[in-house]
């Protein structure tokens, strides 16, 4: 078992930024890589960003990239998404994800097997 708790989610102004947090813990091995998504109100979970565990190469699709920044603190087996230029259009509950199953896409959320709670951004004037 895994068990994820994020942190971090708060209401910032557009164009501000925002640091969430993924403590990991409870299993003895590694996962093999971390995502990030989000959902907002009437939408589809929607993937943020990813990052590989051993090697910490990111991914990141074309809406956010050059916008939002994931990495790893091994020490405290955390991992980030820092957020900058936020819009309105990124307001939603993000979400957390570890995959422990080699050899499947990052990006699908059908590819992780456990999930932190959820913890709510919202961006707005």
């Known amino acids: 078992q895994v068990q994820l708790a994020e942190s971090g989610g708060g209401s910032v102004l557009p164009g501000e930024s925002l640091t969430l947090s993924c403590a990991v813990s409870?299993?003895?091995?590694?996962?093999?890589?971390m995502g990030w998504f989000r959902q907002a109100p009437g939408k589809e979970r929607e993937f943020v960003g990813s990052i590989f565990w051993v090697n910490e190469i990111p991914y990141y699709p074309d809406s956010v990239r050059g916008r939002f920044t994931i990495f790893k603190d091994n020490g405290k087996n955390t991992v980030y998404l820092q957020m900058s230029s936020l819009e309105p259009e990124d307001t939603a509950v993000y979400y957390c994800?570890?995959?422990?199953?080699?050899?499947?896409?990052?990006?699908?959320?059908?590819?992780?097997?456990?999930w932190g709670q959820g913890t709510q951004v919202t961006v707005s004037s």
């Open positions: 409870g299993r003895t091995s590694s996962p093999i890589a």
């Open positions: 994800a570890a995959q422990t199953r080699a050899g499947r896409p990052v990006r699908y959320a059908e590819s992780y097997d456990y």
